[in-house]
């Protein structure tokens, strides 16, 4: 398996606009989960879902940010209108159901976002 | 709630130094243990974990023993290497409150040659 797949690995752009983060959890994981990392606020958990659906996202800073899960394969988070203080480190990772014993989550390689 | 404590950072080593970063832990249930790592410019990578009292996690040289009694998940290494220089983060997972994890803050370590 590739793994957690994230895209795009960079990007860059202005204050106002749009962004859009893409995630790809491993096959076969029910959890999908997007975290954001800032050297001043460190790992934080925004969103997670099992089996499609959105079970906690009391961590989604305010409106401006939604998460969807369309299918089993992949999974959105966009920012609109995005501002400076976007500008961090997101991660998305999946982990399997905790009955099959394996519990453990998996991480992509993260999405750096900087807003200007 | 759950929450997860680690020894403040950056801990600076020499080569081939003994390592400890320690890590306690407070749960409702009977939580598992992981210890990750991040490398610069990488996602987290699973180093080793623990799912019951008294188990020890072991991976790359690096051990835990989870410690029920103590609440505690200190991780070590007998001799680290500038390879080992990274960020590590001690977290839980409780099944009895909610499917999510619980990350400490990390341990920013730096090896020096």
């Known amino acids: 398996d590739a793994g957690v797949i994230q895209s795009p690995r960079h990007e860059v752009t202005e204050m106002g606009q749009e962004v859009t983060l893409r995630c790809k959890p491993i096959s076969g994981h029910d959890y999908l989960f997007w975290y954001r990392q800032t050297m001043m606020r460190g790992l934080e958990l925004l969103i997670y879902?099992?089996?499609?659906?959105?079970?906690?996202d009391s961590g989604m800073p305010e409106d401006r940010f939604s998460a969807k899960m369309p299918n089993a394969s992949f999974s959105t988070l966009k920012i609109q209108p995005s501002e400076p203080r976007d500008s961090a480190v997101y991660f998305c990772?999946?982990?399997?159901?905790?009955?099959?014993?394996?519990?453990?989550?998996?991480f992509g390689p993260g999405t750096r976002l900087t807003v200007l | 709630g759950n929450s997860v404590t680690q020894m403040e950072g950056p801990v600076t080593l020499s080569e081939e130094a003994f390592l400890t970063i320690n890590c306690t832990y407070t749960?409702?249930?009977?939580?598992?243990l992981f210890w990750y790592v991040q490398y610069p410019g990488e996602g987290l990578q699973l180093l080793l974990k623990?799912?019951?009292?008294?188990d020890k996690g072991s991976n790359k040289g690096f051990e835990a023993t989870y410690r029920k009694e103590t609440t505690s998940f200190h991780l070590e290494k007998g001799s680290v290497q500038v390879s080992d220089s990274a960020v590590y983060f001690c977290?839980?997972?409780?099944?009895?409150?909610?499917?999510?994890?619980?990350f400490g803050p990390g341990t920013r370590l730096s090896v020096l040659p």
């Open positions: 977290a839980l997972s409780d099944h009895n409150y909610g499917q999510n994890f619980v």
């Open positions: 879902f099992n089996n499609n659906v959105p079970i906690d």
């Open positions: 749960a409702t249930g009977y939580p598992s």
């Open positions: 623990a799912t019951k009292a008294d």
């Open positions: 990772a999946s982990r399997s159901d905790p009955g099959t014993g394996y519990n453990e989550q998996f």
